[in-house]
């Protein structure tokens, strides 16, 4: 039973990591590359990264953050795609 709860609650994780972060003044958003390390799982759904991105950057409204352009590598763990804040 435990080794079972163990496997569910390291399925569930999912580490972000934001890289190449730059702020756009034109366009008043916030632009950066999202890379999602995710063992054990298939994929992040956007949503579940949409809020964990605007919790760790402390957006109050989950619909300025958009995520999008999302590749899995071969293999699976790591998705690689573009976010915006606006």
Same mark, same amino acid.
């Given at each position: ?5 163990? $496997? $569910? ?8 990591? %934001?890289?190449?972060?730059? %702020?756009?003044?034109?366009? &008043?958003?916030? &632009? ?38 999302? $590749? %899995? ?6 998705? %690689? ?6």
């Amino acid at each position: 039973w435990q080794t079972t709860r163990r $496997r $569910r609650m390291a399925e569930k994780t999912c580490t972000i990591r %934001t890289r190449k972060f730059l %702020t756009n003044r034109l366009l &008043q958003r916030k &632009q950066f590359i999202v890379d999602v390390l995710h063992p054990g799982r298939a994929n992040v759904p956007k949503q579940e990264l949409r809020e964990k991105l605007a919790k760790q950057y402390k957006i109050q409204d989950v619909a300025a953050v958009q995520v999008y352009g999302m $590749r %899995t590598a071969f293999g699976g763990g790591k998705t %690689t795609g573009f976010g915006l804040i606006y």
